[in-house]
């Protein structure tokens, strides 16, 4: 059994942290060195860095955020947004971050997955996937793209198997039904990708409560728990899950 992780996400756009609900009515959270350094403080394992403006403004991810959050934790860095080309790939990695996160790129040229995967090797590359209920689709769940402003009528679970068989070495699902709710995170989107893919799942989008989590991993098959909301607005400390997850009874690290 892998060790279940803590991943606090920093949502950046004009270099502030930011949050928002289900992608929409974002506000401030603060600085993104300040809470790199009290999550890697608090015993986060991993931290998820997303630049959430960058294909909406045909752009690539800002590597001086990159660089600048890189440079003050040690614990590894998932960087996502407007990652669109291999030599992007490569620029937000020589840039300090250790993993990248794909999403819209990877949906309009999946040769770019299987590209990367060779090069960079499985590890370093995250598909990010995007989802709404959509009972049109066989699965119950539509692929979305762009920060959720567009439906691909793509069945998300079929494309989660898909993204594994190209390479990738990581799923990170986000329900757009749960995101920033603090409901919790949507268990039957995160088991449908979990059940079908051997590669760590990211549980994404929803915690409020210590169950959440939890259940996240019990219910929802997943490895690696990312959450903003509650870390960002001290909701939860991180020892605080991890302990009482411990508690009952879950590996963690």
């Known amino acids: 059994?892998?060790?279940?992780?803590?991943?606090?996400?920093?949502?950046?756009?004009?270099?502030?942290?930011?949050k928002g609900i289900h992608f929409e009515n974002i506000k401030d959270a603060g600085d993104p060195v300040e809470n790199a350094t009290f999550y890697q403080?608090?015993?986060?394992?991993?931290?998820?860095?997303?630049?959430?403006?960058?294909?909406?403004?045909n752009r690539s991810t800002r590597l001086e955020w990159v660089?600048?959050?890189?440079?003050?934790?040690?614990?590894?860095?998932?960087v996502g947004g407007g990652i669109s080309s291999i030599s992007d790939i490569e620029m937000v990695l020589d840039a300090g971050a250790y993993r990248v996160s794909m999403n819209s790129a990877a949906v309009a040229n999946p040769d770019l997955v299987k590209l990367a995967a060779d090069?960079?090797?499985?590890?370093?590359?995250?598909?990010?996937?995007?989802?709404?209920?959509?009972?049109?689709?066989?699965?119950?769940?539509?692929?979305?793209?762009?920060?959720?402003?567009?439906?691909?009528?793509?069945?998300a679970i079929e494309w989660a198997k898909e993204c594994q068989k190209l390479g990738a070495g990581m799923i990170l699902p986000t329900s757009m039904d749960g995101d920033g709710t603090q409901a919790g995170y949507d268990l039957e989107f995160t088991r449908a990708i979990s059940d079908v893919v051997d590669v760590p799942v990211i549980a994404s989008g929803g915690a409020g409560t210590l169950e959440h989590f939890y259940e996240a991993v019990v219910q929802g098959g997943a490895d690696i728990l990312l959450a903003a909301s509650v870390f960002h607005y001290?909701?939860?400390r991180i020892c605080e899950v991890k302990k009482y997850l411990q508690e009952k009874g879950l590996y963690v690290v």
């Open 119 to 155: 090069k960079f090797g499985s590890d370093k590359i995250v598909v990010a996937i995007d989802a709404k209920r959509n009972k049109e689709v066989p699965s119950g769940f539509e692929l979305v793209v762009s920060g959720g402003t567009k439906c691909t009528g793509k069945d």
């Open 234 to 236: 001290r909701t939860f």
């Open 1 to 18: 059994m892998r060790p279940i992780k803590i991943m606090p996400c920093l949502d950046m756009k004009d270099g502030r942290v930011v």
């Open 41 to 57: 403080e608090e015993g986060a394992d991993e931290l998820a860095m997303l630049d959430i403006a960058a294909t909406l403004e």
């Open 67 to 78: 660089k600048k959050v890189s440079s003050a934790i040690d614990i590894p860095l998932t």
